[in-house]
C-alpha cells in the first residue's frame, strides 16, 4: 500500500540550508546526507538522500513521497539556490530554517526575472498540489517575498529594475506592492493621470517610475472626456499607494473650475492625513495648471514639505510666443492667500502677469525647491517672461533641467502586436495629434513630388486618436458628433494624402505599451518640431514623442527647425521642417537604401 505525505504542519518536514545550519544541529552534519538544486530533478540522487523516518517503513512504496518531498525541496532551492538538508533528524529538532532566498546580489532585472520563475512554479504548486502541501508553499512564499521586499525597499535603483519587470508581468495583479515599496510618502498633485489617454498622464506616469518613490496621487477624472488606456498605469503602479479622482468636469482654463479643484483635493489631502499619511515630498506637473495651483496650497500649509514642480512646456506664452490666459480678480480670497507670501517677497505682480495661466508659474517659482524644465531652451524662454529679477535669480538657482523620461527596453517587450507591414516598401510611421502647428504635410507634399516608380516603394502609416469611426476608432462617449467629425477631418488635414490615398493607412491610436511594441515594425518613425513663430527667440519645445522613439530599436527620421533641442538629438535621418523639396531627397535615397539599388527617373 502506498502511503502519501500529508504532513500535518510544515514543521514535521522542515528544509534547512546546509551552508547554515544552527549551531545545535553541528553534530549531526556527519549523518546528513544533501543534494544541491541541479540534483534534486534526478531519481537516481534522491534514493540515496535520507528520508523522515516516520515515512520509511516495510510496506511502503516511496515513489509517491519521494515525488512530493522533491517538489517542495525544489520549490525551495530554485529561490534561493542554497543546498538543502532533507533529514528526518533535522527535523525532530524542529529548528526554525535559516534565510533560504537572497535578493539584491544580483541585479534588479535578474532578481526580477527569478522571482517570477518561483511564481510560475507556485501557480503550478497550488494548482497541482494537496491542501498541506500547498500550505508548505504558501509558506515558502511568504519568506520570499519579505526576502524580495528587503533589497527593493533599500535600493531605489534596484527597487526600480525589479518593478520594471513585474510591472509588466502576468503576475502583476496580484502581486503586494505595498510591502515592496519603501516606507514614507509622497503626494503627487496630477490634474490628468493615468489611466486616461493623454501625453501629460503618460510622462506623469513615467516621472513617478523615476522617483521611485510611494506615492499618494490626486487627480481629476476625465471620463466621458479622454479614452481610458490601462497600460499607463502599469508604469506607476508599483509606487502608488493610493489614488483619488475627483468627480468634476476638466477646465483648461476656468479660474471656478481650478478653485473647485483645489478646493476638493485639499479635502482629499485632509483624509488622507487623518488616515496616517504624512507626505515628505510633493510633485505637481503642468500641462495641466490646476496642479500647480493645488500644490502651492498645500506648500503654504506645510512648509517643511519639499516640492518638485515641473513645467512640460509655458504655460503663459502659446506656441507662437503670446501671452495667453485670463486676467484673475485680485479681491478673490483664496487667490490672495496665495499670492500674498510670493508679493511680499518679490513685489507686486503686474497686471498682465496676474492671469490663469501666469500665477501657475509665479507661484511655484517663488515655492518650490525644484523647479523642472524639460529642455534649455524651455527654461530660458520661461525666465525671460518673469517679472522679478530677485524671481527669476530664484528659478535660476532652483532650476533642473530634464527630458521626457525614456523607458527601457523591457516595456517595449511588453506586448506584442500583430501590425502587417511589406516589408518590401520604405515603411514610416507617424504617432500623434494633428495641430495648427504640427502636421506632415511635408512628407506627404514630398510623396507627391516623386517619380510614381519611386513613390510606390513608400508607405507612410498614421496612427492617431482621431480617425473615421470602425475597427479600433471609436466617437468619445463626451464629444458630439459635430466635434469628431472636425478633429477627424484636422488629422486628415494634418497629413494631407489627398492624391496618395493607397500609400497612407489611418489607425486608430493604440494604448501606450502597444504603441511602444510595434514601433519594431517599421523602418522610420517620424517626429517633428512644432512651428514656434517670431516671437519666440529660440523654440522652446521639445515633442515628447521623442523620449519614446529614443527607446526603440527603429530609427527615428526628425523634421527639425534650427537650433532647436530637437534639432541635437541622434535622430539617424533630419530635414528641416517646412522644406518638402529636402524631405523629398530623402525619400528617393531611404527608397535606394531599401531595395539596394539606384533608381533614375
Request: with cysteine; proline share 7%; aromatic share 10%.
Amino acid at each position: 500500500m502506498t502511503r502519501q505525505l500529508h504532513p500535518t504542519s510544515p514543521s514535521e518536514l522542515r528544509l534547512l540550508p546546509v551552508s547554515a545550519l544552527p549551531e545545535d544541529l553541528a553534530g549531526l552534519t556527519p549523518r546528513v546526507a544533501t543534494a544541491g538544486p541541479a540534483d534534486l530533478i534526478d531519481l537516481r540522487v534522491m534514493d540515496h538522500v535520507l528520508w523522515p523516518a516516520d515515512l520509511l517503513s516495510s510496506d511502503t512504496e516511496l515513489d509517491d513521497p519521494r515525488t512530493e518531498i522533491r517538489r517542495m525541496a525544489q520549490l525551495r532551492t530554485l529561490v534561493g539556490g542554497a543546498r538543502l538538508d532533507l533529514t528526518g533528524a533535522a527535523a525532530e529538532r524542529r529548528a526554525a530554517p535559516g534565510p533560504t532566498v537572497r535578493f539584491g546580489e544580483s541585479s534588479g532585472t535578474e532578481d526580477a526575472r527569478r522571482y517570477l520563475d518561483f511564481r510560475d512554479r507556485l501557480a503550478s504548486a497550488r494548482r497541482d498540489w494537496p491542501a498541506e502541501a500547498v500550505a508548505w508553499a504558501e509558506e515558502v512564499a511568504a519568506e520570499t517575498d519579505r526576502a524580495l521586499a528587503v533589497a527593493t525597499t533599500a535600493d531605489a535603483d534596484y527597487r526600480r529594475e525589479v518593478f520594471d519587470v513585474l510591472a509588466v508581468s502576468p503576475y502583476a495583479p496580484e502581486i503586494d506592492w505595498g510591502q515592496l515599496r519603501p516606507a514614507g510618502r509622497g503626494l503627487a498633485i496630477l490634474y490628468n493621470f493615468a489611466p486616461f489617454a493623454d501625453t501629460g498622464s503618460t510622462v506623469a506616469s513615467k516621472r513617478l517610475r523615476d522617483f521611485a518613490r510611494t506615492m499618494d496621487v490626486i487627480s481629476c477624472s476625465w471620463v466621458n472626456h479622454k479614452k481610458v488606456d490601462p497600460t499607463i498605469g502599469l508604469l506607476s503602479r508599483p509606487y502608488v499607494e493610493s489614488q483619488r479622482y475627483l468627480d468634476m468636469r476638466p477646465s483648461w482654463a476656468s479660474w471656478e473650475a481650478y478653485e473647485e479643484f483645489t478646493r476638493e483635493a485639499l479635502d482629499e489631502i485632509d483624509y488622507l492625513a487623518a488616515q496616517g499619511a504624512d507626505h515628505d515630498f510633493l510633485y505637481s506637473r503642468a500641462n495641466w495648471a490646476p496642479s500647480h495651483y493645488v500644490a502651492t496650497a498645500y506648500k503654504l500649509r506645510h512648509p517643511g514639505v519639499e516640492w518638485l514642480a515641473e513645467f512640460s512646456d509655458p504655460l503663459s506664452l502659446d506656441v507662437e510666443g503670446k501671452r495667453r490666459g485670463d486676467a484673475l480678480d485680485r479681491s478673490n480670497p483664496a487667490l490672495g492667500r496665495l499670492v500674498a507670501p510670493v508679493e511680499a517677497e518679490y513685489g507686486r505682480i503686474p497686471d498682465d502677469h496676474f492671469t490663469i495661466f501666469g500665477l501657475a508659474e509665479i507661484l511655484p517659482y517663488a515655492l518650490a525647491e525644484t523647479i523642472l524644465f524639460t529642455n534649455e531652451h524651455q527654461m530660458a524662454a520661461m525666465l525671460e517672461n518673469i517679472y522679478s529679477p530677485e524671481l527669476a535669480a530664484r528659478v535660476e538657482r532652483h532650476a533642473e533641467v530634464s527630458n521626457h523620461p525614456t523607458l527601457p527596453p523591457v516595456y517595449y517587450q511588453a506586448r506584442s502586436v500583430d501590425y502587417p507591414v511589406d516589408p518590401e516598401k520604405l515603411n514610416l510611421a507617424y504617432f500623434g495629434e494633428f495641430y495648427a502647428t504640427r502636421g506632415i504635410t511635408d512628407l506627404t507634399v514630398a510623396l507627391k513630388m516623386l517619380p510614381a516608380e519611386v513613390r510606390e516603394h513608400v508607405r507612410l502609416h498614421v496612427f492617431t486618436n482621431f480617425v473615421p469611426v470602425g475597427g479600433l476608432s471609436a466617437k468619445p462617449a463626451g464629444f458630439s458628433t459635430a466635434q469628431f467629425k472636425a478633429l477627424v477631418q484636422r488629422a486628415r488635414d494634418g497629413v494631407g494624402a489627398h492624391g496618395i490615398e493607397h500609400q497612407v493607412t489611418f489607425n486608430a491610436a493604440l494604448p501606450y505599451l502597444e504603441f511602444l511594441g510595434v514601433t519594431a515594425a517599421f523602418d522610420y518613425l517620424i517626429v517633428n518640431d512644432a512651428h514656434s513663430g517670431p516671437n519666440h527667440r529660440v523654440n522652446p519645445f521639445l515633442p515628447s514623442k521623442w523620449s519614446d522613439y529614443a527607446g526603440s530599436a527603429t530609427s527615428a527620421w526628425a523634421l527639425v527647425e534650427q537650433g532647436s533641442i530637437l534639432s541635437g538629438k541622434p535622430a539617424e535621418v533630419k530635414t528641416p521642417v517646412g522644406d518638402p523639396n529636402a524631405a523629398r531627397d530623402m525619400l528617393w535615397s531611404l527608397v535606394e537604401r531599401k531595395i539596394g539599388g539606384r533608381i533614375d527617373a
